[in-house]
């Protein structure tokens, strides 16, 4: 099956920085993409929707100015977490698709702030 | 959002007994999926089951899906320890092309 990376696996940061991760389809090539955010032991829960070359859409609740989503290319979305506070801890897991079939999961980005 | 429910949340079993998960969801769907989760780890795709299909098999794995009663079913047969994991099921509706988690199933299997 296709393969979705992320980078970096996991991320420790203080309180007010900012954190960028990286989701890339490494041999397709994914109009859109999805972030999603899972916390302990929870399901997980969809972010927004990165499309390639447009605005990403978030879902409700999810403040769009806090996590910046960036679709430069067809290969390559980033999520930015802004001003990172505890509460941001989290797993944070990006897919990507081929249309009306499954979703191709990356490994997924711990994220802790200190 | 989530778009339902799993049950039974965790279940604990014995190695070579059978599992099943239980999904049930609230909309109109094109495509049922079930996904593995290991502690900690990413998402690995088990099995999607379209609207129009009633019953898939892929090794170990048997999916139903029952439309009118907006559920599925995973069941797992010959359980083994290696199966330790969360399971959960996502809904696709064929139309905005995200997939939705139900709340997800944890299952443990004993040696």
């Known amino acids: 099956g296709a393969v979705v990376s992320q980078h970096p696996s996991w991320v420790i940061c203080k309180s007010g920085t900012s954190v960028k991760i990286e989701c890339r389809s490494l041999?397709?090539?994914?109009?859109?993409m999805f972030w999603y955010r899972q916390f302990p032991k929870q399901s997980l829960m969809l972010m927004a929707t990165s499309n390639e070359g447009s605005k990403a859409t978030y879902e409700q609740g999810v403040e769009k100015d806090k996590f910046l989503i960036n679709h430069a290319s067809l290969t390559l979305s980033t999520l930015t977490v802004t001003s990172a506070h505890p509460e941001d801890s989290s797993f944070y897991i990006c897919?990507?698709?081929?249309?009306?079939?499954?979703?191709?999961f990356g490994p997924g980005t711990r994220l802790t702030v200190l | 959002s989530q778009q339902g429910e799993e049950d039974p949340q965790a279940l604990s079993i014995q190695e070579g007994e059978n599992a099943t998960m239980n999904c049930s969801y609230k909309?109109?769907?094109?495509?049922l999926q079930w996904y593995r989760q290991n502690s900690g780890r990413g998402l690995v795709h088990l099995i999607l089951i379209r609207s129009n299909e009633r019953e898939k098999h892929s090794g170990r794995l048997r999916v139903t899906l029952d439309t009118s009663k907006k559920s599925s079913s995973l069941l797992i047969t010959a359980s083994r320890a290696a199966d330790t994991a969360s399971y959960f099921c996502?809904?696709?509706?064929?139309?905005?092309?995200?997939?939705?988690f139900g709340t997800g199933t944890l299952l443990a299997v004993q040696p």
């Open positions: 041999d397709f090539q994914a109009t859109t």
């Open positions: 909309t109109s769907i094109n495509n």
């Open positions: 996502a809904t696709d509706d064929g139309a905005t092309n995200k997939l939705i």
């Open positions: 897919s990507a698709r081929v249309p009306y079939n499954e979703q191709f």
